[in-house]
């Protein structure tokens, strides 16, 4: 039967027997468990359309039913969720509708060195009204230890989606591919070299100025000369080409060079020089990119990285030559200061030709830093609060700044074992020096009730950066 089929009775009728189902069982080594959900939400908001003028507001309700299924093992775990959701609009009532939304994740250990993960997501709400977004999305990764020293990746990512257009602020519809391969190879305790190559397209359901493909090969060297000093190198090449706009398409080299001090085991010191060459059709750009900075307790993904440095730009066409502070961040770290409470934080910058949605705006420097805080207050009460800021500046085409920043936090009772009520309220400023888009501000509250016999198999006590960073930013 497809999605498009299924009516809300059918919808209502499935979910009550899940009802009845036992919740989980085990057969044959392997753990399985099916959880019903039933959710109502109601939200409002004060400026439904975001515009700067006359904002509009809207009360919306809905009502999802759906359900979960896990299967686990020792070498495999799958993930199924499908939950169809009837929206109903106070205002816009040319808006009611049932949405399908559904997702499948999967990971398993194909042989003792290689493991693969797959997911796909469907979200079905209707695209036809200026304002509404979805995405539908697959992802799928292969990771692999050929040798004790030796590891490669390949992965592959797609979406489909109708959202809203960095450039003009028009909900849009866009296609995205990405392909991307690495090796690494590690030799001696800290010591490792390796390559990475990606290929993306973007390309819109009617034409637009943003379609691209592109074309990235990178390379990285880290040496250690000593236990205390140590020398790390990149180099990477970027070209891009458009698909509906002459003169646009460049190439771009990068490399960096970057000496490490360490002071202690997980606090490092270094310098750091970056060098960037953009070939333009439009006009040569050069950076020239000194800084120092500090590490702090560096891995793989978790850690704090700050450098302050200058960014000495030559420009080949009308712009003219300009020199800007940088500060450059790489920061993701857990604080678990106590059994009740979680401080996350995340923060990065770039400066880069610009990608999705803008990719036509050409070069742009970019921040974004966030905060999130969960802590239990009672034995059935939690509460968790954060914080945003994102901060973009096209200097090419455009002299444009956009600043984003987002408050927020919320509540989460749970009275029973299977009865959890939330509350939340956030609170968004946007500012743009874009003639294209108004500025505005939004709050929302948004107050849920969920019946959830039982947890879910999957875990998800501890966010990852990435799951943490589309939680606060998307």
Wanted: aromatic share 12%.
């Amino acid at each position: 039967m497809k999605l498009s089929m299924i009516t809300p009775r059918a919808c209502f009728l499935a979910a009550v027997a899940c009802l009845l189902i036992p919740a989980s069982f085990a057969q044959a080594r392997m753990v399985t468990q099916i959880i019903p959900t039933l959710t109502v939400t109601e939200e409002y908001t004060d400026n439904y359309f975001q515009t700067g003028t006359d904002p509009f507001e809207e009360w919306t309700t809905s009502y999802e039913l759906g359900f979960s299924v896990g299967f686990l093992n020792r070498r495999s775990q799958i993930y199924l969720e499908y939950n169809p959701e009837y929206t109903d609009y106070k205002n816009l009532n040319d808006r009611d509708g049932l949405d399908q939304n559904a997702s499948l994740s999967a990971a398993c250990q194909l042989t003792k060195h290689t493991s693969a993960q797959a997911d796909i997501s469907y979200d079905g709400h209707d695209g036809n009204n200026t304002g509404e977004s979805w995405e539908h999305s697959a992802s799928a990764s292969i990771d692999s230890q050929l040798a004790r020293t030796i590891q490669t990746s390949l992965a592959y990512d797609y979406s489909n989606s109708y959202d809203q257009q960095v450039r003009t602020g028009d909900y849009k519809e866009h296609q995205t591919h990405t392909a991307r391969t690495s090796i690494r190879k590690t030799f001696g305790p800290q010591n490792s070299m390796g390559a990475n190559f990606l290929y993306e397209t973007d390309s819109y359901k009617n034409s637009d100025a943003d379609e691209y493909k592109s074309y990235e090969p990178s390379a990285f060297l880290t040496y250690w000369l000593t236990r205390m000093d140590g020398v790390e190198s990149n180099l990477e090449y970027v070209g891009k080409k458009f698909d509906t706009i002459a003169g646009k398409d460049y190439e771009t080299i990068a490399g960096d060079i970057r000496y490490i001090r360490k002071f202690t085991r997980h606090f490092d010191g270094y310098i750091k020089y970056r060098h960037y060459i953009s070939d333009r059709e439009d006009g040569d750009h050069v950076i020239y990119h000194p800084s120092v900075g500090i590490d702090w307790d560096i891995t793989e993904d978790a850690g704090v990285s700050i450098g302050v440095g200058i960014l000495f730009h030559d420009w080949d066409n009308a712009n003219g030559d300009s020199t800007d502070p940088f500060l450059d961040l790489n920061v993701y770290k857990v604080f678990n200061f106590s059994p009740k409470g979680s401080l996350y934080i995340t923060a990065s910058s770039s400066y880069e030709e610009s990608d999705e949605e803008a990719a036509s705006l050409g070069y742009n420097m970019s921040y974004q830093a966030g905060c999130y805080l969960n802590y239990m207050l009672a034995r059935r009460l939690s509460s968790h609060l954060f914080g945003s800021y994102e901060l973009q500046q096209f200097k090419d085409t455009v002299d444009r700044q956009d600043d984003t920043c987002e408050i927020g936090g919320g509540l989460t009772w749970k009275p029973l074992r299977w009865l959890q009520v939330s509350a939340n309220a956030t609170h968004t400023n946007y500012k743009t020096d874009a003639a294209l888009r108004d500025d505005y501000q939004e709050n929302t509250i948004t107050v849920f009730v969920r019946i959830i016999p039982e947890r879910p198999i999957r875990p998800d006590d501890v966010l990852s950066r990435k799951t943490l960073e589309k939680l606060i930013f998307d």
